[in-house]
């Protein structure tokens, strides 16, 4: 088992209660080569929060052992966290601190449980920025040393990884990565008024970084069939990639609703509590972050072979194994699609989508914008196609502007989630993507398309959908042979009711290569849509920070109580996400296969 250890003291004067008169004051570096700092590290007063955040009642001290080199049996305040809370504790994070076999077979009296703030730890860090404090208080300073027991590799491993995290937010304290001979810790100064808050922030990413949760989640959530029956099965329609489109079949008889593997609720707590995780950790880093929902067709990419039909129950079982990978397609429909949706859309009284702005009363009136996109191996290519000389729809220039990269290598593991709904015809992933960092990772590929040229006929007849810009580039270029499937497209955005939540919906046309666009081949037609919010993209700002501790920046509060936690809006948005999906999916009877 990996275990969290984290002593606390002073550098300046012994921390919270009186020391024995024999007892080394803490040195500087606790964790030296030399046994007598080890054994201050041993007699480090440990540090018990209480609820509000404020120190309580010091813990004695244990008794100082030489350990020599230090490696994972190394004796210190060992945390790990307990999963039998009691439900009225629930919102606490509690820790205890059990006995800890030292190098020499002798054991540490165990000392009471440690009982950790409430309140989000990273918006403690963050109020600890705009904090003021007296030259007496700033020379009141603590320390904290972070070390993981297990392997080496393992455990300096988090331990860096956790530094690196924690040094982008920069604030009175300073983080220091050392070592020991092989062994990594993480060394925290700061106030004994702060240095809490700091642990907490601390423990709760190495939690994040070492649960078993984590490492089990295999990112596809199954959202249980709104319809199921004791002969109900899932048909695997296997495509020529060899991926596969699970169907649900309901069966003969009329036996309804036969027990499941999951109810609908444990699946959207485990869905709630997952996103609004997510969120809180990417809320942490700067990140330059793009934040979207996708709908489109969930495909196995790896499932048993041979095997194309399932009782569901057998089918639930075989995609939790973490085994079990999948990807969604987001290019579904055809042409005939986009006619009767973009008809529902502008024309239906039903229609919930209406105009993003108070300038316009109808979404019949809505104009398109336009875009291009390129892909690779590794990465897609956006740019947005835009009039550069702003004398109006149908008598600019046109060209390719502000290139973005969305890279397989810079998704944000933890918000990159697939939702499959057998027995709906659209599945719906949500991903969060590091666009600016991606972008300057193909300099060629973005200097490439900038030499674009646009031509647009007919801007006039924006609702036609054989009326779109034609993008012309070099097919003799050696960056047009790594580009595939090309499109130019029609994009429509809409807002969902009265939210500020925006619905996209895009008419593709698509062509194999740059070759085949610029050859004047016909495209493939086909559709994309994706759901954000109108302050989603950071554009260059801490996405984290702005979001709000409780994320009332990023997502809206829904019928909550007063005071809506950021658990609350999680789940608000995710049934947002149901609802645009159950609006939609009639459009697409045939499961996105074509």
Known sequence: ????????????????????????????????????????????????????????????????????????????????????????????????????????????????????????????????????????????????????????????????????????????????????????????????????????????????????????????????????????????????????????????????????????????????????????????????????????????????????????????????????????????????VAIRLLDFIRDDVESPFKPTTNQIFSSTHVLPDYAFEANSQVASFNAPIVDKSHRGRGQGAYELSNVTVSAAADKFADLDIINLSVGKNLDWQLQAFDQERSAKAFPNVVRYLSTAKVHFECPDRPHDLDVYPRVILATDNLVAGYLKDVAVKTIYRYKWKSSSYIVQVAVNRRWETISAMCSGQVPTVNLSVSFFGEDWDSEGDAAGIVWGSELENLLEEGDASMDPKGIDRVAHFLQTVRDVRNVLDPFFQNGGLC
């Open 1 to 336: 088992m990996m275990e969290l250890l984290i002593d606390i003291s002073s550098p300046e004067k012994p921390s919270y209660g009186s020391r024995p008169a024999n007892d080394a004051k803490p040195s500087i570096d606790l964790l030296d080569d030399r046994s007598s700092d080890i054994d201050a590290l041993l007699g480090c007063p440990v540090l018990v929060a209480g609820l509000d955040g404020r120190p309580a009642a010091p813990v004695s001290p244990v008794s100082p052992v030489s350990l020599g080199a230090l490696g994972p049996s190394v004796a210190s305040t060992v945390l790990r966290r307990t999963n039998n809370i009691p439900k009225a504790m629930q919102h606490d994070v509690t820790y205890v601190i059990p006995k800890v076999k030292l190098a020499r077979a002798q054991e540490v009296a165990q000392p009471g449980p440690l009982r950790l703030p409430s309140e989000d730890p990273f918006a403690a860090i963050r109020d600890a920025l705009s904090t003021g404090y007296t030259s007496s208080q700033a020379s009141q300073r603590a320390q904290a040393n972070l070390i993981i027991s297990y392997t080496l590799e393992v455990a300096s491993g988090v331990v860096e990884a956790v530094h690196k995290e924690l040094s982008q937010v920069e604030g009175p304290y300073k983080l220091e990565l050392r070592k020991i001979n092989k062994w990594s810790y993480l060394r925290i100064t700061a106030s004994e008024k702060n240095i809490p808050k700091l642990v907490c922030a601390v423990q709760d990413t190495t939690n994040d970084l070492i649960s078993d949760e984590a490492v089990r989640v295999s990112g596809i959530f199954q959202e249980p069939p709104a319809r199921l029956k004791s002969s109900s099965q899932v048909v695997l329609i296997i495509a020529q990639s060899g991926h596969a489109r699970p169907i649900l079949q309901l069966g003969p008889g009329t036996d309804n609703d036969p027990e499941r593997p999951e109810s609908f609720q444990k699946y959207t707590a485990k869905l709630n509590d997952h996103v609004h995780r997510g969120l809180k950790k990417a809320g942490r880093l700067p990140l330059a972050l793009n934040l979207r929902v996708q709908l489109g067709s969930c495909m196995l990419r790896t499932y048993p072979q041979g095997r194309e039909v399932y009782k569901y129950s057998d089918f639930h079982a075989m995609v939790k194994n973490p085994r079990a990978a999948a990807w969604l397609k987001t290019s579904i429909g055809n042409e005939i």
